[in-house]
């Protein structure tokens, strides 16, 4: 009975998610050339290389822009109460719910040369002339920024909630300073939630592609760009699946790490 | 107290960065002019006219409304199944399936769309509903056995036995005491597994071929080529969808 209710789901699966992945490891190692050709020509070249390193390099700081924009807005939650608070949970819910190609399309609509924040920039005389947001490496930090802060917010509020109250009120009956209070008490216990953000919004980073693909030059690829760019316009496609072969063997280090010390599980119930 | 008002005046900024720029797709789509402008100049409908007036948007709504049908009534069949079957299992089995569920959330979703377009051709799927039903049900199908599993929480074993006891079939002790209890989770299942399969970009792109372009690959496919005002009726209009369908399924779930 419990077979029959599961096994529907799983065989769907193998068939159409683990199947494909193992015949796209297949072909990563089924070149003409040889096994490790295509890995050969990823890794031994530094054009594709620098792919790899740009997109370790804005992970990371999305990530750290993330948690940095993540924190205090968590905190301001848990001050909110009644129809406040359930606006701002639906301020954070609410781009959850529209499409990436929407959120990245606003983006392009905003920073473009002649576009609004342009125009605002150069009419109060901030700046000369208009900066150029997009194509490039600043439009596609504020774009993925913008996708992923709810997954940096909703853990780190979930964390905050459950930290108690009267620790605080101890510690400051102990006479400890407010920044005191934060630094030994609050902050330590906001930990869990921090790292559980930054380990989702890292991971979701890895392989971002419609926002980078539409605000990114082609002097910054990253690895989901070059993966695009490989199999729709090259057309090596042994050399697309090494690359994410590749990918997905980054993804899998970086959670084996993490998840020693995060319980991923907490993220997702989160949402 | 200075740390409260640091608090309220900087998340309140953050919240205003989340919510204000997706709306301004709103208003771009009312401009007049052939070039988007914000705030427009002079007002119109002029673009909405044209996106109902073109055949290839018109399909593109429609591919996109069958695909998000099939994948949500899919997803929901094989993960509420499933999400029963699994608060069954116990200990490591158990958690290897949930992992197995889960993994699509966590495998790059670029990494899976190359998969599926090299498989899919050798199978005859791309450029098909069939095909970006199947894609879609790989990230519908988690949202469905998580929201399922957890409103199983709320369902006492003792209410099972005891519908057995008194001599329910297995048919009507599903439909009598389980169903009501899952079904708030199912609906929100449902809710969250069609919104994002209509929203799909990128296994789509991949997938959709000139066949069954669906309203988010017509609109990647246009933002590439030209920067028209349309685009921004479109984006409006999946933003409108959005909330009508998640205003449907919760009124649908209180009702019941």
């Keep these: ?271 | 107290m200075r740390t409260r008002w640091a608090a309220h005046i900087f998340g309140s900024a953050v919240l205003a960065f989340l919510m204000l720029p997706i709306l301004a797709v709103v208003p771009a789509s009312f401009n007049h002019q052939t070039f988007i402008r914000l705030p427009p100049e002079t007002w119109s409908l002029r673009w909405y006219g044209r996106f109902f007036a073109d055949r290839e948007w018109l399909t593109s709504l429609w591919t996109s409304f069958e695909v998000a049908v099939i994948s949500t009534l899919l997803s929901v069949a094989l993960g509420t199944a499933a999400a029963i079957g699994l608060a069954r299992l116990g200990g490591r089995l158990r958690a290897l399936l949930t992992g197995l569920v889960l993994a699509p959330m966590i495998v790059p979703v670029i990494v899976t769309a190359v998969a599926l377009y090299y498989l899919g051709r050798y199978w005859g799927l791309t450029g098909t509903v069939l095909g970006l039903s199947i894609a879609h049900v790989l990230t519908c199908l988690p949202f469905v056995v998580l929201n399922v599993g957890v409103s199983l929480r709320a369902l006492d074993p003792n209410w099972l036995r005891a519908a057995e006891g008194l001599g329910a079939s297995p048919a009507r002790v599903f439909f009598t005491v389980t169903l009501p209890t899952i079904l708030p989770g199912l609906f929100g299942g449902a809710a969250f597994s069609f919104i994002s399969s209509f929203d799909e970009v990128t296994m789509s792109i991949f997938l959709a071929g000139i066949t069954a372009k669906t309203l988010p690959v017509k609109m990647w496919e246009t933002v590439r080529l030209e920067f028209t005002p349309v685009l921004s009726v479109a984006s409006t209009l999946l933003i409108v969808l959005t909330i009508a369908t998640f205003a449907a399924f919760r009124v649908a779930g209180r009702r019941t």
Excluded at chain 1, 95 to 122: D, H, Y
Excluded at chain 1, 243 to 257: E, Q
């Design chain 1, 1 to 271: 009975m419990t077979a029959a209710l599961v096994l529907p789901a799983m065989l769907f699966l193998i068939l159409c998610f683990v199947a494909p992945l193992l015949a796209l490891f297949k072909l990563s190692v089924t070149a003409e050339q040889g096994w490790q050709w295509a890995y050969g020509q990823i890794l031994g070249s530094s054009v594709y290389l620098r792919v790899f390193w740009n997109t370790l390099v804005i992970a990371f700081v999305v990530t750290v822009l993330s948690v940095i924009l993540a924190y205090p807005t968590a905190y301001l939650l848990t001050l909110l109460k009644g129809w406040k608070l359930a606006l701002a949970i639906y301020g954070v819910l609410f781009p959850l719910w529209i499409s990436v190609l929407i959120r990245t399309f606003a983006w392009i609509l905003l920073l473009e040369k002649n576009g609004p924040v342009n125009r605002l920039l150069v009419g109060s005389g901030l700046t000369e002339s208009p900066i150029q947001f997009l194509f490039n490496n600043t439009g596609v930090l504020i774009g993925m920024v913008h996708v992923l802060l709810p997954y940096a917010i909703l853990p780190i509020f979930a964390n905050m909630l459950r930290i108690d109250g009267r620790l605080l009120l101890a510690s400051d009956g102990l006479a400890a300073s407010p920044w005191m209070t934060f630094r030994r008490i609050y902050l330590p216990l906001s930990m869990p939630g921090i790292s559980a953000g930054a380990v989702f919004v890292f991971l979701l980073s890895l392989g971002f592609f419609i926002t980078p693909a539409l605000l990114g030059g082609i002097n910054n690829l990253t690895v989901a760009m070059l993966i695009e760019l490989l199999v729709n316009e090259r057309l090596i496609w042994s050399q697309a699946a090494a690359a994410s072969v590749l990918l997905l063997a980054a993804v899998g280090a970086f959670l084996a790490v993490t998840t020693r010390f995060v319980r991923l599980g907490a993220v997702l119930e989160a949402r």
